[in-house]
């Protein structure tokens, strides 16, 4: 049986099942439908597999726990998507460790700036978008004048 069969099967009952729960603990996302679905709040026993799942991470965080997931942040800040929104949604401002991911991609360093910092970059991250010379770029320039 698969994860998402054992999942299926589990959210069609409507009710936990145990020996379900092992086959399901082997993939992130099925383990965060999971709690979200059946359980219907925190899965202590799912969260090392979800916390391996920068996405699945950030969206735990916000959406079954409504706080940090800090088992899950070493995982979040390698990836930019992840990084901006859990500094946005889950610590509601400035999230130092988010920044290098962050600071790869111009979108998410932009909109770091305007929705998050609310003002100019970090040095590091300010430096990394100017060179990066794109519409982004551009924006930000007109944005922090």
Same mark, same amino acid.
């Given at each position: 049986?698969?994860? @998402?069969?054992?999942?299926?099967?589990?959210?069609? %009952? =409507? @009710?936990?099942?145990?020996?379900?729960?092992?086959?399901?603990?082997?993939?992130?996302?099925?383990?965060?439908?999971?709690?979200?679905?059946?359980?219907?709040?925190?899965?202590? %026993?799912?969260?090392?597999?979800?916390? @391996?799942?920068?996405?699945?991470?950030?969206?735990?965080?916000? +959406?079954?726990? +409504?706080?940090? !997931?800090? %088992?899950?942040?070493?995982?979040?800040?390698?990836? *930019? !998507?992840?990084?901006?929104?859990?500094? @946005?949604?889950?610590?509601? =401002?400035?999230?130092?460790?988010? +920044?290098?991911?962050?600071?790869?991609?111009?979108?998410?360093?932009?909109?770091? *700036?305007?929705?998050?910092?609310?003002?100019?970059?970090?040095?590091?991250?300010?430096?990394?978008?100017?060179?990066?010379?794109?519409? !982004?770029?551009? +924006?930000?320039?007109?944005?922090?004048?």
């Amino acid at each position: 049986m698969t994860p @998402k069969e054992a999942y299926d099967k589990t959210k069609e %009952l =409507g @009710k936990r099942i145990p020996e379900l729960e092992l086959v399901i603990l082997k993939d992130a996302c099925y383990s965060f439908l999971y709690a979200i679905h059946v359980i219907e709040g925190k899965w202590e %026993l799912g969260e090392p597999t979800i916390s @391996k799942n920068a996405y699945y991470s950030y969206r735990y965080a916000i +959406e079954v726990i +409504e706080d940090r !997931f800090v %088992l899950g942040e070493p995982t979040i800040i390698k990836n *930019a !998507f992840s990084s901006f929104y859990y500094a @946005k949604e889950v610590i509601k =401002g400035r999230w130092e460790l988010g +920044e290098p991911a962050i600071s790869k991609n111009a979108y998410y360093s932009y909109h770091y *700036a305007l929705d998050v910092i609310k003002g100019r970059l970090p040095d590091f991250m300010h430096n990394a978008l100017l060179l990066s010379n794109n519409e !982004f770029a551009k +924006e930000y320039v007109v944005y922090i004048k």
